[in-house]
């Protein structure tokens, strides 16, 4: 997919899922799992280095996000976005096998490193996931810094909603 239309379908599902700054991942990955009809749990693990920071496995039950948690907060927000992207791209999983159904939500670490090795996206699709990430984390980061702040008066709020109507190049 081109980076235009990837970011044009971005904005939309944000608009759509009505995230707003701050952007809250969690938030995030709930809503689009909603949508989707299945949770999404995000999951920290230590992962061995060097190695994949993440990796994203679907079961029928939920999708699971599986993290670095051994680094920081930024940096596992950026993971899991990276993780979403694929889900939100419409990549196949890196589910490592039935069994994984009876191992969730409580992975044990043979499920982890399974799911780990597996290497079933190709740099076309890890471009995709990457530009997804980074298309949220670049529109969060505009919008937080020049979004007016909530208001409970009425005339306050028509100027936030027309100026957030101008916000959609983002």
Request: overall charge positive; glycine content about 6%; aromatic content about 4%.
């Amino acid at each position: 997919m081109r980076d235009r239309e990837l970011r044009r379908r971005c904005r939309r599902l944000l608009r759509e899922l009505a995230i707003v700054p701050p952007l809250d991942v969690r938030v995030l990955c709930e809503r689009v799992g909603r949508r989707r009809g299945k949770p999404i749990h995000p999951v920290a693990r230590p992962i061995p280095v060097p190695g994949p920071f993440g990796a994203w496995i679907s079961t029928r039950a939920a999708d699971y996000i599986l993290y670095q948690q051994e680094t920081s907060k930024s940096h596992q927000d950026h993971i899991i976005l990276h993780e979403l992207g694929h889900i939100l791209a419409g990549h196949p999983s890196d589910s490592p096998g039935a069994d994984v159904e009876q191992l969730c939500p409580d992975f044990g670490p043979d499920a982890v490193r399974r799911a780990l090795r597996r290497t079933a996206y190709d740099t076309e699709q890890e471009r995709e996931a990457e530009t997804v990430a980074t298309i949220i984390l670049e529109w969060a980061s505009v919008l937080d810094r020049i979004s007016p702040r909530p208001s409970g008066e009425a005339p306050a709020q028509r100027m936030e909603a027309a100026l957030a109507d101008r916000l959609g190049w983002l």
